[in-house]
């Protein structure tokens, strides 16, 4: 019997991000779950045109609770269980990832374009101007409301206008200030220097949310190279919408191969 996969999904998606993987993984005897962040259930459209009044108020720390519960019923409900699940988190999902590894609540940890801890930085301009705009002070917690024209830019910019545009029409949501801002806090720290279990960071050349590079940092700041390692695997020509865009199955079946070699 194989493992139970959880998989988390970043800011500005929400578990419908996550349908093609649940497929591909359940199809290769995964148990999958793909749970969605408080205000980010039901259908992307509905929740853009009608985003939850509470939104904006939505914290990291809320995220984190939410998911945690998931994630230690997925291992059977107790912290100490040794059928620990699999966790694949995408952006700030990949950051989840980290704390839940951090947390000994993961058996194996795949981050995806994952938002680093420790208030981690590159020079990369295109990551300090959608930091910036995103946990803009002066917008207090109104929500970021993404348009077809700033997910194409930002999110899906190796895609070709139409197929940007159905990536926003199927998967795109609004997201609250404050999870980015709690990134950067208290709430996103991790403790690099302690034993983990294995992690495979997957980095996307194109992508200018999370540059390829801040993930190989992020990758290689775990000290602890003898209880289960920390690995970086590049995919060249693609963008932060690496799990949606055209050629996600080389990436799912990259990992897919790895998880294999970690049982």
């Known amino acids: 019997m194989k493992k139970t996969i959880v998989f988390i999904h970043g800011m500005f998606q929400n578990s419908r991000s996550w349908d093609k993987w649940v497929a591909y993984f359940n199809e290769r005897g995964y148990n999958c779950i793909a749970p969605s962040w408080p205000d980010h259930e039901g259908d992307p459209a509905t929740l853009?045109?009608?985003?939850?009044?509470?939104?904006?108020?939505?914290?990291?720390?809320?995220?984190?609770?939410?998911?945690?519960q998931v994630v230690i019923s997925a291992g059977g409900g107790e912290v100490e269980v040794k059928d620990k699940p699999i966790v694949?988190?995408?952006?700030?999902?990949?950051?989840?990832?980290?704390?839940?590894?951090?947390?000994?609540?993961v058996s194996v940890g795949v981050p995806i374009c994952s938002v680093a801890p420790n208030m981690m930085m590159t020079?990369?301009?295109?990551?300090?101007?959608n930091v910036a705009a995103i946990t803009n002070p002066f917008k207090g917690d109104e929500p970021f409301k993404q348009t077809p024209e700033s997910f194409h830019e930002g999110f899906c910019n190796t895609l070709d206008e139409a197929a940007a545009r159905r990536a926003y029409d199927e998967t795109a949501t609004?997201?609250?200030?404050?999870?980015?801002?709690?990134?950067?806090?208290s709430a996103g720290q991790v403790d690099l220097d302690v034993p983990h279990s294995p992690?495979?960071?997957?980095g996307a050349e194109e992508d200018l949310i999370?540059?390829?590079?801040?993930?190989e940092k992020n990758s290689k700041a775990y000290t602890d190279d003898i209880s289960g390692g920390s690995f970086f695997r590049e995919f060249d020509n693609r963008s932060h919408y690496?799990?949606?865009?055209?050629?996600?199955?080389?990436?799912?079946?990259?990992?897919?191969?790895?998880?294999?070699?970690?049982?």
């Open 48 to 68: 853009r045109a009608n985003p939850p009044a509470t939104l904006g108020d939505l914290m990291l720390e809320d995220v984190i609770s939410a998911i945690e």
């Open 88 to 105: 694949i988190g995408h952006s700030v999902g990949g950051l989840l990832t980290q704390i839940f590894v951090n947390r000994n609540l």
């Open 123 to 129: 020079l990369d301009w295109p990551f300090f101007k």
């Open 174 to 185: 609004h997201d609250s200030r404050n999870v980015l801002r709690g990134c950067l806090g």
């Open 199 to 202: 992690l495979l960071f997957i």
């Open 210 to 215: 999370v540059p390829t590079e801040l993930v």
């Open 242 to 263: 690496i799990c949606g865009e055209p050629g996600w199955e080389e990436v799912a079946a990259y990992i897919h191969n790895w998880l294999e070699s970690q049982q």
